[in-house]
């Protein structure tokens, strides 16, 4: 057919550029906990990991591997059962940079008062499913974990 | 990035993490039209998970050779469409594989191996859309998986409710199908459908969607997996000839079921593009590419 336009096998120039490192910090901890009990106070049961909303409720923070790195998430349950989960960060590396101390170093310690710059201007991503497996799993443990907190 | 007048949020939904970016009022007033978003993804995937037994397909595959069963008017919207691209696709898009899909470790359950999609008459034939949203099965032994399309409809749900709510700009990425609104084109990455380790492409996209199937990972769970979840109904195994496919459509709805059209047909799925007026971009084995020509000019690749 003549209706397409054919690029012939550039095969070694697609595969030579790599994709970038990707990282976007959604939601600080203060954010997520006003967007899943708004006006409420907290008081911190485990140190930086579970809160009690003067609202009732409990808000839990946790990590999973991602691909290669940590998905940040938050999971607020009221009466036994997940109230909202919202990502608060999502990093990507690929190939050489993650075994590289420094590369890995740019993730310790920031907020959301301090977002990342990696790969600020990719934003969108297309052909490849993230998997969000991980994070499910892990929203049940907690569920599991802290369900009977009251 | 998020900025004082756009906010950036995501959430683990249809077995994926959705990102929302909205824009285009104060950020204090993005909050609920994007939570409300993200509710009608949230809602489409209780109503077409083939995994949760209380969903529309599950009951549907249960139960809808017994009785007609009603649905939600969603659900009907999505089987209609996938029913209309089934025919439209000489029956290449076909919502009935899911025995085949089973067959080769793609869906989770045992398949009933007394029934196979028979090419193009089979989905059509064998699943009747009734008045009142009920939908009747002809065939016992049918069972659908709306896998294929239904990422897409939830993600033109959720961007038809950020414009009801009074956002002018946005863009809803549910793991790589996509659709964007708003004043300026979005810069879409596609990664290399062979490698995805790898940047392919760079595509503008201006009031419409993108979609993006490949080879190498599971378009039904979303993992990483060999082999391909997307299944020729004809010769009834995994693609093979194409490495992996992106399609940008008016409508995500489309762009998702059409990038399964493109991986098993190929050149030969240009009429349906048009049809849809929709272009497409694919890459062969041989790392070869094929680009509809009207798009050509919106997509830059990486060199």
Known sequence: ?150 | MATSDSIQRARPLLGTIVEIVAGGAAASKLDEPVDAAFDAIAQVHRLMSFHDSKSDVSRLNREAFDRDVAVHAWTYRVLSTALEIHRYSGGLFDITVAPLLQRHGLLPGDPDESFSPAGPSSAAGCIELLDGHRIHYRNRHVRIDLGGIAKGFAVDQALAILRERGVTRGVINAGGDLAAFGPQPERVYVRNPANFDRRFCEVAIANAALASSGRSFDLVRGTDRAGCAIIDPNGRSPVRAVAGATVRAPSCMIADALTKVVMIAGEQSIALLRQYRADALFVLESGDVRITPDWQAAVRFAA
């Open chain 1, 1 to 150: 057919m003549t209706e397409w336009i054919r690029w012939t096998a550039p095969a070694a120039v697609v595969i030579s550029v790599s994709a970038p490192a990707y990282a976007v910090q959604y939601l600080s901890v203060e954010e997520a906990q006003a967007l899943a009990f708004p006006s409420a106070h907290f008081s911190e049961i485990q140190a930086g990991h579970v809160w009690k909303a003067s609202t009732g409720g409990i808000f839990v923070i946790d990590h999973v591997i991602g691909k290669h790195l940590y998905i940040d998430f938050a999971v607020a349950l009221e009466g036994g059962h997940v109230r909202r989960v919202d990502i608060l960060a999502y990093r990507e590396s690929y190939g050489g940079e993650i075994r590289s101390p420094s590369w890995l170093a740019q993730f310790v310690g920031k907020t959301g008062a301090s977002p990342l710059k990696v790969g600020d201007d990719i934003r969108n991503i297309s052909g490849a499913t993230l998997s969000s497996l991980h994070v499910t799993d892990g929203v049940k443990k907690i569920l599991a974990q802290y369900g009977n907190l009251r």
